[in-house]
């Protein structure tokens, strides 16, 4: 049974209240998932569930941004979403689209595309780039679209990244196999430069990553929430980051 609407406002402003104290995380990974399954709870189709799903993005972001998180990355499109039907998937693109560009036009977040852009069309590549570099003055909240995604994806691409470095540096394949550590694999990640999160979110009920950040998360806190991506309240942020809190990060210590 769903609490009264005043009384959910009280209860939101005390886990509010409690967090003031408490350590929050620099970076937050979500992973926006159930749109089509909400749609179909109401017997629409799935295109009206990325709708509404993508107008939740921009709220989303604003309570991180007053809650002081400095990093975001939302998982809206994995490679395996590209593998959908034809007419879902270039709905799909196209909500995308407008989402992010009407995230770059606000000029409140810096945007970084990450994903495998060559596997996208051509011309939704090109957009997604132009929103992302109309953001780049921007400071504050940065905040990752991550779009034809995938964690393994992301992973060869760092290896790749490296040993064309080094092979550009005249290193034999021997000596970059002596040297390779975890260390050169992070510096070219999609997220370089950036806090691994110490959070991920997942709706839906979900309770796996699928993927998701597979290299940054190997200390993070995973939380799993029963609402649908349309459905996710400040208060279900809010008892996310409550959860967080409350747990030992012994970070293998």
Known sequence: MRMPHLLYGLYERRVAAALSSQPLPRHVGVILDGNR??????????????????????????????????????????????SRGAEELDALLGIIGDSVDALSRS???????????????EA??????AAQAQTDDVEGLQVNVAIGYGGRHEIADA???????????????????AAIDVDHIGQHLYTRGQPD??????????????????????????????AYWPDFRRVDYLRALRAYSQRERRLGR
Not at 124 to 129: N, P, S
Not at 200 to 222: D, P
């Open 197 to 226: 999160p110490e959070l991920v979110i997942r709706t839906s009920g979900e309770q796996r990553l699928g993927g998701f950040l597979l290299w940054q998360s190997a200390h993070s806190e995973f939380y799993f929430c029963e």
């Open 159 to 177: 290896v790749r990244a490296f040993l064309t470095e080094r092979a550009a540096a005249g290193d034999t394949l021997d000596e970059v196999a």
């Open 107 to 121: 000029r409140r977040w810096r945007l970084r595309v990450v994903g495998r852009l060559d596997l996208l069309p």
């Open 37 to 82: 399954r909400w749609a179909k709870s109401f017997g629409e189709p799935a295109a009206h569930g990325h709708r509404r799903g993508a107008d939740r993005i921009e709220e989303f972001l604003g309570w991180s941004e007053e809650l002081g998180i400095e990093v975001v990355t939302l998982w809206m499109l994995s490679t395996d979403n590209l």
């Open 124 to 129: 939704f590549a090109e957009r997604l780039r």
